[in-house]
T-cell receptor
Framework: DTAVSQTPKYLVTQMGNDKSIKCEQN?????MYWYKQDSKKFLKIMFS???????INETVPNRFSPKSPDKAHLNLHINSLELGDSAVYFC????????????FGSGTRLTVV | AQSVTQLDSHVSVSEGTPVLLRCNYS??????LFWYVQHPNKGLQLLLK??????LVKGINGFEAEFKKSETSFHLTKPSAHMSDAAEYFC????????????FGGGTRLMVKP
């Protein structure tokens, strides 16, 4: 059983399109995150949700909108995709405010052409 | 604010020789520190974590790291490199008012020559 699963694994799309990446965790964690890894491999947090409530929202364009229908799911919707959005997006989860059980998904490689 | 600096963007070693990947951190609080590994086109795997219980932390695959508060360092070592260790390694800090947000270093690419 995959603990944190993301779909799709690869996503190629044209500029201007709207796309979504889904994330689900079966660990019973109450906190979920999205991280972005750019072309230089640099990883940075985008969002954090705790029990469906937005906790962290780093300086991310408004075109990115996370949605958490329940504490096991955190989806990322991106409007009007731009070339610079090309990256690997990682979902993660943990329990409460702790970091000891942080678990990452395998990533979604988004390519905007 | 907290930050992590990985002092080498690339490290190249021969198989069977020791590995040293350097990491310095900055944190206003007692930090939580981690090393993650990312193999090509793969996800992030936790190698080890510092829990403040012991300054020398042992991880998977023979890696270990030593927390040195006086030097604000958390270097990763392995006595003998294996070809399968070739990957990208990330030093990570968390804690204090950053809560459960992980702050990643820029990464070190480890290359292992036969």
């Amino acid at each position: 059983d995959t603990a944190v699963s993301q779909t799709p694994k690869y996503l190629v799309t044209q500029m201007g399109n709207d796309k979504s990446i889904k994330c689900e965790q079966n660990l019973g964690h109450d906190t979920m995150y999205w991280y972005k890894q750019d072309s230089k491999k640099f990883l940075k947090i985008m969002f954090s949700y705790n029990n469906k409530e937005l906790i962290i929202n780093e300086t991310v364009p408004n075109r990115f909108s996370p949605k958490s229908p329940d504490k096991a799911h955190l989806n990322l919707h991106i409007n009007s995709l731009e070339l610079g959005d090309s990256a690997v997006y990682f979902c993660a989860s943990s329990q409460g405010t702790g970091v000891w059980d942080y678990t990452f998904g395998s990533g979604t490689r988004l390519t905007v052409v | 604010a907290q930050s992590v600096t990985q002092l080498d963007s690339h490290v190249s070693v021969s198989e069977g020789t020791p590995v040293l990947l350097r990491c310095n951190y900055s944190s206003s609080y007692s930090p939580s520190l981690f090393w993650y590994v990312q193999h090509p086109n793969k996800g992030l795997q936790l190698l080890l974590k510092y829990t403040s219980a012991a300054t020398l932390v042992k991880g998977i695959n023979g890696f270990e790291a030593e927390f040195k508060k006086s030097e604000t360092s958390f270097h990763l070592t392995k006595p003998s490199a294996h070809m399968s260790d070739a990957a990208e390694y990330f030093c990570v800090v968390s804690g204090g008012n950053a809560g459960n947000m992980l702050t990643f270093g820029g990464g070190t690419r480890l290359m292992v020559k036969p």
